[in-house]
Every structure is written in structure tokens, then in C-alpha cells.
């Protein structure tokens, strides 16, 4: 009887565990970015960045107790595939988004995860609209263009004041948003611009915008939009007007830039967050990225990494990967990561980081500007 009763007792504790299986056999996260493309290398920055953040996780013994596994998916910078890759990630389960990249896809995006109860934080979407939507499952660890655009009009102003300026941008949300910050800024600093101008992006040659800046004599030129384009730009401006003078803005912090511009990126200056390869919290995964993946942790790749930090910091806290516990966990919260001590405020937006500094592209890499 003994033996019979025990083996009641097993076959019920089977049938439990068959109906009611672990809430999750791993825990499955989303990279999504542009993996193709003109915004492919910021894409690769976000990829590298939020893998080595969930290795080292999964080095010290997973999340909760389980392992992270990453699942990549292309956007390609553009709001219908975006749309398209967000529903891949849900059909794939994923409780925790890295992305997207470019502002008009985290807008596409964001509503989808939303309906869905999973959580986006990005590491590159900079544009108001990503937190001002009101979805409270969107994060970012970067600064906004209102931001942005502020200290790069006060930038231009206090700098070039007699000087021809120009302003250009692609038409998307990332570059069109950041060109009417900084015109609105240098409008309320009294100065009015000779030129604004949008061109088509992922073009081989931009002569005929280069020629209306060659015909309103331009001597300084804001330019929003991404780096591949803007590299093709600066180095044909730079053969009609040598002496004229590059302003950008975060998309510029890729060795692509430097690589299409050539000699013509030198001296371009550019607004960004803190350069995370500088500060100490984040000397040991600089050294293990350069090491382990042969990967110079440029522009947004530590930004990805403090994403899944933060998140998972969420998690911990929160003791589950249910969506309204480790949104109240990070909107409650704060947390160390590679940016330093970090929190969020009622939006989602990052605080407690400096949001945008300049920089100088000087030889092979951008520097703080004096």
C-alpha cells in the first residue's frame, strides 16, 4: 500500500508539472536594430553592445536563475519593417526588448510591444515622440532632440554668430526633428539660417544639394541625419567649400563616418552622450569587448550594454519578468551600469547622466572638443 500510495503521490506531481509547466525554460530577449542598410553599423554597435551584456549575465549564472537568449531581428532603420520585426519578436516570446536604433522605428514599434506587455528600452532613439507617446512600457538610456537640438543651437549661435548657416536633413524623424530643434534654438538666439534644405538618404551622390550650398554660400551646415549619407555630404561639400564647417549630431560617433567622409570628416563637430569608453565603470568591458570581440566599443554599443543592465537590474528586484513589476522596478528604481548611476523618470527617459556634450572628429576617432 505504501508503495502504491507513493506512486499516487508521483504520477500526481507529474501530471502538475505537465499542466502546469515553468513560467519560462529561458528567458528570451530582443536586439532589434538595423542589420542592413545605411544605419547598418549603428545597428552593429546596438548588437555587440546587449550581447556581451547578456554573456556576462549568463557568465555569472543567468537572470533569476535562468539564461538569457538573445534573438536578433532587422529593421533596417525603416517604420514598416520595424513593425514587421516587433511581431517577430512576439511571436517569439522575447519579455524584454534592446532597440529599436532609429527614432522612426521605436515609434512604430513601441505600440506594438505595448499591446503585446513587453518592455523597449533603447539605447539610440532620440527623438521626443519615443517617450512623449505614453506607452509605459518604452525606456531609453539616451538624451532627446529637444535636448539636443537646444545645446546645438546655443552651440552654433555663440560660436559661428556672423557665419552663413546652413541646415540640412534627411526627412526621417531622427534628422528632420533634430534640424527644428536647432533652427527653433538659433531662431531664439536671433539668428536666422540662409539655407534649410532635406534631401533623399541612401543616395550614391548629393551634388545637387552640395550645389544650393555652394549657391547660398554656406559656411556652416547642421546636418541631420545618419552617417552614412552625411559622410558622403561632408566630402563632396568639402571640394566646393573647403573651409566650411560640419556640424552633427550622435549618428556621427561611427567609424563608417570617418571611412566615407575621408579627410573631410576632420574637424566636424558633433553632440553626444557621455563617451562611456572614459569612465571608469566601464573600463573592464571595454577591455573585454576590444579582447573578446575585436570591437571597438564606439558610439551606441555601451549604451546597449546599460540597457540590458538596467533591465535586468529590473528583474532582479522585481523577482519575475512580468511587465508591471519591472516597470514600477525600473521607474522606482536606480541603477549602476556602464553610464554610471542611472534612473528614469515618469516617461521613460534616462536621468542622472549628462544628456549631450561635444565632440571632434580628430584623426580615426571623435574626441572631447575643447
Request: hydrophobic share 45%; charged share 20%; glycine share 10%.
Amino acid at each position: 500500500m505504501k508503495t502504491a500510495a507513493l506512486l499516487e503521490t508521483i504520477l500526481v506531481a507529474a501530471t502538475v508539472l505537465i499542466a502546469n509547466p515553468p513560467a519560462w525554460a529561458e528567458i528570451r530577449v530582443g536586439i532589434a536594430g538595423p542589420l542592413s542598410g545605411s544605419a547598418l553599423p549603428v545597428g552593429e554597435q546596438q548588437e555587440v553592445g546587449a550581447n556581451a551584456a547578456i554573456d556576462d549575465i549568463n557568465d555569472r549564472g543567468g537572470l533569476l536563475g535562468e539564461t538569457i537568449t538573445a534573438i536578433s531581428v532587422d529593421d533596417a532603420c525603416n517604420p514598416e519593417q520595424a513593425e514587421a520585426a516587433a511581431r517577430q519578436l512576439v511571436s517569439e516570446k522575447v519579455v524584454f526588448v534592446v532597440g529599436h536604433v532609429c527614432s522612426a522605428a521605436s515609434i512604430a514599434a513601441g505600440p506594438i510591444y505595448d499591446e503585446a506587455r513587453i518592455i523597449m528600452m533603447s539605447p539610440a532613439s532620440t527623438n521626443p515622440k519615443v517617450t512623449d507617446s505614453g506607452h509605459p512600457n518604452v525606456f531609453r538610456v539616451i538624451g532627446r532632440d529637444d535636448q539636443q537640438g537646444f545645446v546645438a543651437g546655443n552651440f552654433i549661435a555663440d560660436r559661428y554668430p556672423d557665419k552663413n548657416i546652413a541646415i540640412i536633413h534627411d526627412g526621417q524623424a531622427y534628422g528632420l526633428g533634430l534640424a527644428e530643434f536647432t533652427r527653433r534654438q538659433l531662431h531664439a538666439r536671433g539668428i536666422k539660417e540662409v539655407m534649410f534644405e532635406s534631401f533623399q538618404p541612401d543616395q550614391p551622390d548629393y551634388q545637387g544639394l552640395v550645389d544650393k550650398l555652394v549657391a547660398a554660400k554656406a559656411e556652416v551646415v547642421y546636418a541631420g541625419g545618419y552617417q552614412g549619407d552625411l559622410g558622403i555630404i561632408v566630402r563632396q561639400a568639402k571640394q566646393a567649400l573647403p573651409n566650411l564647417q560640419f556640424v552633427g549630431a550622435d549618428a556621427l560617433t561611427s567609424s563608417e563616418f570617418r571611412f566615407i567622409a575621408g579627410d573631410a570628416a576632420e574637424g566636424t563637430f558633433l553632440t553626444f552622450g557621455p563617451d562611456l569608453r572614459l569612465r571608469p565603470e566601464a573600463a573592464s568591458v571595454v577591455e573585454s569587448i576590444r579582447e573578446g570581440d575585436a570591437y571597438e566599443p564606439q558610439g551606441k554599443t555601451l549604451y546597449a550594454y546599460a540597457a540590458v543592465e538596467a533591465w535586468a537590474q529590473a528583474v532582479e528586484r522585481a523577482g519575475s519578468v512580468d511587465e508591471a513589476a519591472v516597470i514600477e522596478a525600473l521607474r522606482t528604481g536606480s541603477f549602476d551600469t556602464v553610464l554610471g548611476h542611472i534612473g528614469f523618470d515618469e516617461k521613460g527617459d534616462v536621468t542622472g547622466v549628462s544628456p549631450f556634450i561635444w565632440y571632434r572628429w580628430t584623426g580615426d576617432d571623435y574626441v572631447p572638443a575643447e
